[in-house]
């Protein structure tokens, strides 16, 4: 499982490379079973939920190699479309499987990636719609069994800009006959890049990047090849760690123009940030403003991927914070932790409230999820002394090396895997 060992207190300075993007890379995978042929992709993440996604498709008949950072999926034959509980229980995105399988095969049966620590995350945004394109779904206890004997195009409004549901609508529409209305679709440049990595294939996909988008079914999809982008919440991450630690720091492959939220809300606290096309420059020295008030939201507001780590920045700031989450109502884990290093927060319902304080120290923490295991770090950089963190395995779900990126940036940071004594 492997833990984090790191001495804090010092400031962030150097430059890394941003990976490619975790939300991007998944949905593309899954959309390759609506090719029947070979999809390349290039600057995937080495990453656990892709190699956990990867045997997923396979379990299906994908045949799928992985050199370095491309992936090849050749979903010319897809055998099964009964997808293992053990792989999708491995990770929530499987149900972005739902919309393909539909697409190519007509039916699917996979057992209900449940509830995560950060929120019960039920799928009945995804079921309306697909219900709405002639899906049928039968309930059998924890299995989602949907089938239909063909898709059809129809006239959606989602509830709530769901990214999953906006992202299976999507799949499912693509290979459906007629054409479909997406309103109240989420915008987040996820599914930018799915819509464009679609039409590449030779989707009819029309308001890419708006909240409406329509959507005309076509009979076959064509073999394609595309670069994922790089992470907005990796390259996020490295930001505020080196806001927390008052440091200066260079991104390189980073998506900028994905990131507006973070970097105004940066430089209101007191950061410089310069920004170019794939490139960030922060100097945080100053960076120690409190943030009287933030509530995450959905594209382009502020990312509730990125909330637990700035708890962790804003428990060093000066003054008063108040920090809300608006989209997943549990995602508050890292306030106790945060609390036994030294800093001052309390929940009041969707709120924390964060008095800052001049340090925090270090202290034995646990990942219990991907992003507040991030938090978990960031705190432990800005901290004194040593913090180590167990649970790294939450991290490695989105982080291909984060103690390599950070050493990049003059860390003293290192990881130590469990040995098995026999
Ligand atoms: C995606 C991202 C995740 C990010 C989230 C919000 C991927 C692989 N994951 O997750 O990193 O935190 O967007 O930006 O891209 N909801 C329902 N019913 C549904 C679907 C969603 O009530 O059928 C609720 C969820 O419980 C949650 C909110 O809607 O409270 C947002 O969920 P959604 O946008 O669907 O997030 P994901 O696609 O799961």
């Known amino acids: 499982m492997g833990s984090l060992h790191i ?8 430059e890394v490379s941003i990976q490619g993007s975790k939300n991007g890379a998944l949905p593309l995978l899954t959309a390759t079973v609506l090719i029947q042929g070979k999809t390349v992709l290039h600057n995937c993440p080495g990453i656990t939920d892709i190699n956990a996604m990867a045997e997923l498709l396979k379990s299906i008949g ?4 992985m050199d370095k950072n491309t992936i090849t999926i050749d979903a010319t034959h897809i055998c099964d479309t009964h ?8 990770m929530r995105s499987s149900i972005m499987l739902l919309g393909p399988l539909l697409g190519r095969c007509k039916s699917v049966r996979m057992s209900r990636p449940g509830g995560c620590v950060i929120g019960a995350r039920p799928t009945d945004i995804h079921e309306m ?13 924890d299995t989602i069994f949907a089938y239909t004997d063909s898709l059809i195009g129809a006239d959606i409004l989602l509830p709530f800009p769901s990214v999953g549901a906006t992202e299976n609508v999507i799949m499912a529409a693509v290979l459906a006959q007629g054409s479909t209305r997406l309103r109240n679709a989420a915008r987040e440049p996820e599914i930018v890049l799915l819509c464009e990595f679609l039409r ?3 989707a009819r996909i029309r308001g890419i990047g708006g909240s409406e988008l329509e959507i005309e079914g076509v009979k076959k999809l064509r073999e394609v090849t595309m670069t994922v982008m790089p ?14 630690t008052r440091g200066q720091v260079l991104l390189k492959h980073a998506p900028p123009h994905q990131m507006h939220s973070l970097i105004h809300l940066l430089r209101t606290m007191g950061a410089e940030v310069f920004a170019d096309d794939d490139m960030i420059y922060i100097d945080a020295e100053e960076a120690t403003g409190a943030v009287s008030y933030i509530k995450t939201g959905v594209y382009p507001g502020f990312p509730t991927d990125l909330q637990s780590m700035l708890l962790s920045v804003l428990a060093v700031a000066y003054g008063e914070s108040v920090v809300e989450e608006a989209i997943f109502e549990d995602r508050f884990k890292v ?24 340090k925090l120290r270090g202290a034995q923490l646990r990942a219990c999820e991907l992003r507040g295991g991030a938090a978990l770090v960031i705190a432990a950089l800005a901290a004194d002394g040593e913090s180590v963190i167990e649970g790294c395995h939450f991290i490695d779900r989105g982080y291909e090396n984060i103690a390599r990126d950070l050493r990049c940036l003059g860390a003293d940071i290192s990881r130590r895997d469990d040995v098995r004594i026999r």
Do not use: H, W
């Open 231 to 244: 992470d907005r919440i990796v390259a996020g991450t490295y930001l505020l760690a080196a806001a927390a």
């Open 335 to 358: 306030v106790e932790p945060l609390q036994r290093m030294g800093a001052q927060l309390s929940t009041e319902g969707r709120k924390v409230r964060i008095s800052g304080v001049a």
């Open 62 to 65: 994908c045949i799928v190699t």
């Open 7 to 14: 001495n804090g207190g010092k400031p962030l300075v150097g």
């Open 200 to 202: 590449k294939a030779g």
């Open 83 to 90: 997808c293992p509980q053990k792989q999708v229980q491995a």
């Open 129 to 141: 719609a697909l219900r709405q394109m002639n899906v049928r779904f039968e309930e059998e206890e």
